[in-house]
């Protein structure tokens, strides 16, 4: 029997926002275990028509017709934008993120698949023009475009976003003992609606405080002070006006604190809680703690993560019969 390969391209979850710099602060992670936290997206083969076929552990939480995917979406959006007809695709979505999550649930698929159609054409757009593609049908869902998902789930790591600069955003230093403990309870929040109840305006004073907050934690960083970097993850532009809709953020904060996480916040827009932990034994019982006091259902998920040195790649090749 003759053998075909498929194309298999995988990008990590991420957390928006991380406190402290709404909108222009985004990180990928990856389980400590060495497992993947992400979407998988392969490439079967050519066809007559598109055609997308969706398996994972979310599937339920998509929306039924699959022309309604942000995959399908995407696909489109890469051919309008390179301006000639493309060879239709047989796609196949394993779906392992939770939708309306805060977990970049939207960016993981727009940016496995912008990556994967990118590399399968022969790499027609730069860096820089994918990472616009991803973040302009990121701003699709949403109704805003904000590269905090989607630049993190491209290039990995820790990324500040530069938008009025050539390179859009840059990586920036972590601390080697930080893990970050995610925990999805399992209910979903559009970020539409969780970006409907933002201030539409910061006085002078607060966006003071909010540029301040944010250069303390950046310096830190380039200064090795973890101390300072931990202190300096507060949110002061999403969290007032979101905490309506995570009630239970300030007591958790409180007993977690106390058993030595050094930051309880909201990953992007919530309702997953990211912890920020410098040790494995803190990391896993604060798993434990937000599994037992903040998973609501069968769908909630908790994992102990690093952050993800390498975003969105190719898998090695599966030969399929
Ligand atoms: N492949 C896909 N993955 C995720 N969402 C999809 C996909 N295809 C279509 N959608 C739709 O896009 C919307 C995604 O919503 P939303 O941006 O709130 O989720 P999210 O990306 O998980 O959240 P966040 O950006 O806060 O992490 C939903 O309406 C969902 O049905
Ligand atoms: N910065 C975005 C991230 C959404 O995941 C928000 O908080 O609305």
């Excluded at 391209?9 to 990856?30: E, I, M």
């Excluded at 159609?117 to 991803?134: A, I, K, R, V, W």
């Excluded at 869902?141 to 955003?169: E, K």
């Excluded at 539409?192 to 907050?213: C, D, M, N, T, Y």
């Amino acid at each position: 029997m003759q053998k075909n390969s498929i194309k298999r391209y995988y990008a990590p979850a991420s957390t928006g926002n991380l406190s402290v710099g709404f909108d222009l602060l985004g990180a990928a992670f990856a389980p400590v275990d060495g497992s993947l936290l992400g979407d998988v997206l392969d490439i079967l083969g050519e066809a007559e028509s598109l055609s997308l076929t969706i398996s994972g552990r979310y599937v339920h939480q998509l929306p039924a017709a699959t022309t309604d995917n942000l995959v399908s979406q995407a696909f489109y959006a890469f051919e309008e934008a390179l301006g000639k007809t493309l060879p239709r695709l047989q796609l196949h979505l394993h779906k392992n993120l939770p939708v309306g999550s805060g977990l970049g649930s939207s960016a993981c698929s727009i940016v496995v698949a912008f990556y994967a159609f990118n590399d399968y054409f022969g790499q027609p757009f730069s860096q820089t023009e994918l990472l616009q593609l991803m973040a302009t049908a990121e701003g699709g869902v949403s109704g805003s475009v904000h590269y905090d998902n989607v630049a993190p789930s491209y290039f990995g790591g820790l990324q500040l976003m530069l938008p009025d600069s050539p390179a859009i955003c840059r990586s920036l230093p972590w601390f080697a003992d930080w893990q970050v403990v995610l925990c999805y309870p399992g209910t979903v929040l559009s970020t539409k609606a969780a970006r409907e109840v933002l201030p539409k305006q910061l006085s002078l004073a607060h966006s003071i405080k909010f540029a301040g907050a944010l250069s303390r934690f950046v310096s830190a960083l380039y200064s090795s002070d973890d101390v300072d970097a931990a202190a300096a993850l507060q949110d002061l532009v999403a969290e007032p006006a979101r905490l309506p809709l995570l009630p239970e953020l300030t007591a958790l904060r409180a007993a977690l604190t106390d058993a030595g996480v050094l930051h309880l916040g909201i990953s992007g827009a919530g309702p997953t809680l990211f912890a920020v932990c410098n040790s494995s034994a803190v990391a896993d019982f604060t798993a434990q703690y937000l599994q037992t006091h903040y998973a609501k259902n069968q769908d909630a998920l908790t994992v102990v993560c690093r952050l993800a040195n390498t975003g969105a790649r190719a898998l090695e090749e599966q030969a399929c019969n």
